[in-house]
């Protein structure tokens, strides 16, 4: 056994230690009801070594093809119809290598079409994702900036791809790059990707 599987194992059993040993009211259990599942989602994905990635953006910026891409086969559907994808889709992938035995792929319709219901429904299912694709087809606009800070301040692990970058120059691409990394907190590493819809 290794040193990385070791610390796993032994991470998840402290956690599962404190969390047995915590003594809760009946009124904290329903005040932070949405919380203990996340927490008990998490415990599990720890134990079974589940990770799980889901993409995050505004209608039409490419989410779908990015995780078809990763995938490399057409199973999530994409359409020149803005917001193809209406409700979350899920893809599994069982590893046989690796300390991960599994990858939960998640595709969530754009942000800003999101029904006024769904949309605290949905935030909370980013807050259970282990990583974050989140998808940009330019410059961060206001909407945009303002989800990153709210998935940034609740301490998610995120990567911003620069997709469809095939009609930029460039330097154009270098300026929106820059853009980019000028609205992003300057204590928090993000790393940026740029993505081709080209075939090479």
Do not use: H
């Not at 942000?111 to 994702?129: A, G, H, Y």
Request: charged share 25%; glycine share 4%.
């Amino acid at each position: 056994m290794n040193f990385k599987k070791l610390t796993i194992e032994k991470s998840y059993f402290l956690l599962k230690n404190w969390w047995e040993n915590i003594e809760l009211t009946n009124f904290e259990k329903n005040w932070l009801n949405e919380d203990i599942i996340s927490f008990n989602q998490q415990l599990f994905r720890l134990q079974e070594k589940i990770i799980r990635v889901g993409v995050c953006g505004k209608a039409s910026v490419g989410k779908s093809s990015i995780l078809n891409t990763i995938l490399n086969e057409n199973y999530f559907e994409t359409d020149v119809i803005n917001g193809s994808t209406k409700t979350n889709k899920l893809k599994t992938l069982s590893l046989k290598k690796g300390l991960i035995k599994t990858i939960e792929l998640i595709d969530f319709p754009g942000f800003d079409i999101e029904i006024k219901n769904n949309i605290s429904k949905n935030n909370i299912n980013l807050i259970n994702l282990d990583l974050i694709l989140f998808i940009v087809a330019g410059d961060l606009n206001r909407s945009e900036l303002s989800k990153l800070n709210y998935l940034i301040n609740n301490g998610k692990k995120i990567i911003i791809i620069l997709n469809k970058i095939d009609i930029w120059n460039n330097e154009e691409i270098k300026i929106i790059l820059d853009n980019i990394k000028d609205k992003l907190p300057k204590d928090i590493i993000i790393p940026i990707l740029i993505n081709s819809n080209k075939k090479y």
